[in-house]
């Protein structure tokens, strides 16, 4: 079966191998480990820094894991400002729930060796 480009994945064959699947998945893992420090982006920029150049599949995971990541802050921050006038008070815990339930949707399907796209992602990093 040939690779195809399709919405900038590669797609079809071959499959991810297992340390690829390995790699994409922490690169989504990561956020939540570096999360705990406030700096939910930095996992998925070091898994892409250092494992991108050595599969495109991995590179892939990385960029969107760190795009979310990136977007997911942006909302938090705007979230927390609003709360001066109390806006903000339903929507931080609201973005917060999403943000962990997206990030585990995306580690489970890399771990499949699925490619996954956050919805709603602003994606600085091409």
Known sequence: METRQHEGFITGSP???ADERTWGMLAHLSALITGLFGLTFLGPLIVWLTKGKESSWVEQQAKEALNFQIT???????AAFTTLCLVGFVLLPLLGVAA?????????????????????????VK
């Open 15 to 17: 499959a991810p191998t």
């Open 72 to 78: 997911a802050t942006i909302a938090l921050f705007v």
């Open 100 to 124: 962990l339930v997206l990030t585990i949707i995306g580690t489970i399907k890399a771990n499949n060796g699925e490619m996954y796209r956050y919805p709603a992602t602003i994606r600085l």
